[in-house]
């Protein structure tokens, strides 16, 4: 068994790493106190390949591993987590979805766009819409119905908690076109922002991730044209269930790089700040939250690798990822408090970071399937 990553994994890893502490660092806690979603930053990912890592080159994509992308969401978690949410949405339901279950004729005019992230040299990212006011945990309950006119689908309804809502030119929408159906009867679709009838919603004023953009996205009499479905007919809660299978271990890693982030500072400040007359980190009580911090971290961190390897083997991965995500998620939001806890009063201020960091933690036990969501997946899985 082999634990090393390979030259280039490393070199992914190292180029991330570079990338959150120069471009990322600076301005993150501006952007994070006015909302500004960080199109800059999300720009120079998309130089650097990293909007499309896991696309095949032929797409226009990096044409990199899941552990390469593992490797790299970690890096720049650690530092800013709305650009990596911005960052995981592309590559894990985006660009994923449209490699794996697409025809060539949608892959050539949406997935090598989305892959380099840039059309015409403007931003050209993808957003992932599933969620609606009644249907988030529940998928079935798909609200937004997509009518088979014959030539066309009218796409009417509203759509909640969209990451790049606004920011996003291409939405993969899920919803219902034959109810009798159930699961069965579910559609999804490539629909682009500017056609008519497509409205973008207020933003929300969110506890965490304040950077990036999340909207709702409201649906009236929009044509969606055949040739924009994705798959056979009644294949889009298929397509979904999939899509968030790899996106979980996205999230994951985007936990583990901010309890990896936390832990960091913590370890940093222990150093620094006296208290009875020697370093805190000299204090047992401090050195058994780093301890535990860095147990947890470690094993986050194994669930996520041994999830991505089982990607990329084309074996099924659904219960890893989920164990993933679930592990990782709590872990980021336990080694978040636990830091702001070691910094005291300094981890109260938005200056030392971890404030922030614990407020990110937080969505990663809710979006792409709740902590409560993993579990359901994971007894069952285990359990049959």
């Known amino acids: 068994m082999d634990f090393s990553f390979s030259e280039e994994q490393l070199m992914i890893q190292q180029a991330a790493r570079d990338f959150a502490v120069n471009e990322c660092l600076p301005g993150v806690i501006e952007r994070d106190e006015l909302q500004k979603f960080p199109k800059t930053q999300i720009e120079k990912l998309a130089d650097l390949g990293m909007m499309g890592l896991m696309v095949k080159q032929e797409y226009g994509g990096a044409g990199m591993d899941t552990i390469s992308y593992v490797l790299a969401m970690e890096e720049i978690s650690k530092v ?24 060539e004729e949608q892959k050539q005019k949406y997935l090598v766009p989305l892959a380099q992230g840039k059309k015409d040299g403007e931003l050209y990212i993808g957003a992932f819409l599933l969620s609606e006011p009644e249907a988030g945990s529940d998928a079935t309950s798909q609200r937004t119905t997509a009518e088979d006119m014959g030539d066309y689908y009218l796409l009417n309804g509203t759509k909640n908690w969209i990451t790049n809502g606004n920011s996003a030119s291409v939405y993969l929408v899920i919803a219902q076109t034959d109810p009798s159906k159930g699961s069965h009867g579910i559609n999804a679709f ?27 996205i409201l649906f009236n009499d929009v044509k969606v044209p ?125 200056e030392y970071h971890v404030e922030r960091m614990m407020r990110d933690a937080k969505i990663t036990q809710i979006y792409e399937g709740t902590s409560e969501v993993q579990r359901i997946v994971i007894g069952r899985s285990i359990l049959k």
Not at 264 to 290: T, V
């Open 80 to 103: 800013d987590a709305s650009v990596s949410v911005c960052m995981s949405v592309n590559n894990s339901l985006v660009c994923y979805g449209l490699q794996e279950f697409c025809t």
């Open 190 to 216: 490539i629909v682009e922002k500017n056609w008519p009838g497509v409205q973008v919603g207020a933003k929300e004023n969110k506890l965490g991730i304040r950077g990036s953009d999340t909207h709702s």
């Open 226 to 350: 055949k040739e924009n479905r994705i798959g056979r007919e009644g294949f889009g809660f298929t397509f979904a269930m999939k899509t968030l299978a790899g996106g979980r271990i996205g999230i994951a890693s985007q936990a583990l790089g901010i309890a990896s982030g936390a832990y960091d500072l913590s370890i940093k400040y222990s150093k620094e700040r006296k208290a009875f007359g020697k370093e805190i980190m000299h204090h047992q009580a401090i050195q058994f939250k780093l301890a535990d911090m860095a147990t947890r971290i470690e094993a986050a961190r194994f669930l996520c690798i041994k999830a991505a390897w089982e990607k990329d083997q084309k074996m099924d991965y659904a219960l890893s990822s989920s164990m993933a995500k679930v592990f990782a998620s709590e872990t980021a939001m336990w080694t978040a408090t636990e830091a702001v806890q070691i910094h005291g009063g300094y981890g109260f201020v938005k």
